[in-house]
């Protein structure tokens, strides 16, 4: 069963399997355990992302977040049954730690700069595919695996989807910064209008630190209308500014979960 709903498509995606024409009418693979709505939209737009991309050999970025766990998962469902070759690139402890815990084969920007396709979350993505990126924390490493293909596949679920940014997503766009800059630059974003906070650890005293030793600033900007791009380049020229989470012109296609297991696929080329 096809639905066309704008500029993207709906499919029906159960048991792994699917049509563009029909509705596969197996029950989901994972019916016979409960999930939460929320889950199963994650684990639908993974598995379907995971196998529309991977048919052969080839180099992988592995993404962070609740999302990449079930792509790794699919994934090396697909290299064991298939006997595949696949270097996987982490952007973060976390996703290294899931290609190891996976068995699959670890590698490096050093070893394989060129990636043909790179996996990851988003904590929104508006009707022009631009997402913000980082609330995990890994938001640097996330932009520099994803620079280094000309296929940023994103995997989330129906919450994500937005018409502008800062619909759904009120926690605002994480910028990492240097940490004796973060009181100036704090500053200059609330000049452009919001409000940036320093983000706080929880299970510690203190501020988060991420894996490149910095600070992170939720800037929860209170623009209409915005131009992205423009915005993303000002800031990262503020000194001290490691990074935003905005990727602007990045994605090359969104695969957005929903609650009852189908999956609504958005590309870059319609957007």
Same mark, same amino acid.
């Given at each position: 069963? /096809?639905? *066309?709903? #704008?500029? +993207? /498509?709906?499919?029906?995606? /159960? #048991?792994?399997? @699917? *049509? @563009?024409? %029909? +509705? +596969?009418k197996r029950k989901n693979s994972y019916s016979s355990v409960k999930m939460d709505p929320a889950e199963m939209s994650k684990k639908a737009a993974a598995c379907k992302a995971i196998d529309d991309h991977i048919k052969e050999n080839c180099t992988v970025g592995i993404g962070s977040g609740s999302t990449i766990v079930y792509a790794v998962e699919q994934l090396a469902k697909k290299v064991q049954k298939d006997d595949l070759k696949i270097p996987c690139v982490p952007t973060s402890i976390q996703a290294k730690q899931l290609i190891r815990h996976h068995k699959l084969c670890l590698s490096d920007l050093e070893e394989t700069p060129e990636l043909d396709f790179v996996f990851d979350g988003a904590d929104e993505v508006d009707a022009k595919l631009t997402l913000i990126k980082g609330g995990g924390g890994c938001l640097t490493q996330e932009k520099i695996v994803a620079s280094c293909t000309k296929n940023l596949i994103i995997l989330a679920d129906h919450r994500k989807d937005s018409i502008s940014l800062g619909t759904n997503w009120t926690k605002g766009i994480p910028i990492e910064v240097i940490p004796m800059a973060y009181i100036p630059i704090k500053?200059?974003? $609330?000049?452009?209008? #919001? %409000?940036? $906070?320093?983000r706080m650890a929880k299970s510690k005293a203190g501020p988060v630190v991420t894996d490149n030793g910095n600070f992170i600033l939720d800037w929860k900007f209170t623009l209409t209308n915005a131009d992205w791009k423009t915005i993303d380049q000002k800031i990262t020229c503020f000194p001290g500014v490691v990074d935003t989470g905005l990727f602007v012109d990045m994605a090359s296609k969104v695969y957005f979960g929903?609650?009852?297991g189908t999956v609504i696929v958005k590309d870059k080329k319609d957007a």
């Open positions: 069963m /096809r639905l *066309s709903f #704008g500029l +993207c /498509r709906k499919i029906f995606y /159960r #048991g792994f399997s @699917h *049509s @563009h024409s %029909v +509705c +596969c500053n200059r974003l $609330e000049a452009m209008g #919001g %409000v940036a $906070e320093l929903q609650p009852d």
